[in-house]
Nanobody
Framework: VQLVESGGGLVQAGGSLRLSCAVS????????MGWFRQAPGKDREFVSA????????AYASSVKGRFTISKDYAKNTVYLQMNGLKPEDTAAYYC????????????WGQGTQVTVSS
């Protein structure tokens, strides 16, 4: 599985960005797609996740109500719409995949940088 993120950039506080994660091949119905982020000097943290086949998205409390995860089956792409961005959202954002029978995300993209200025 190959994942390619895009859409990062520099934005002012209160602004919006949409991250994309293109998934190679044909995503399996057993996939769970996740977004994580890592700020300098901090541990990687969970942001959001959704099952490729189905709904029930999950969000970290810090982004709930501001970020929305979605999928485009025709493009084999997962999106993370980020609204109301804050300086503390500044981080490298990573897309990841795991299967429903695994506890860990096994496949990761290269990351895309999001920088929010105050």
């Amino acid at each position: 599985v190959q994942l390619v993120e895009s859409g990062g950039g520099l934005v002012q506080a209160g602004g919006s960005l949409r991250l994309s994660c293109a998934v190679s091949g044909r995503p399996s119905s057993t996939y769970i797609m996740g977004w994580f982020r890592q700020a300098p000097g901090k541990d990687r943290e969970f942001v959001s996740a959704i099952r490729w086949s189905g709904d029930n998205p999950a969000y970290a409390s810090s982004v709930k109500g501001r970020f929305t995860i979605s999928k485009d089956y025709a493009k084999n792409t997962v999106y993370l719409q980020m609204n109301g961005l804050k300086p503390e959202d500044t981080a490298a954002y990573y897309c990841a995949v795991r299967t429903v029978d695994r506890a860990t995300f096994d496949y990761w993209g290269q990351g895309t940088q999001v920088t929010v200025s105050s």
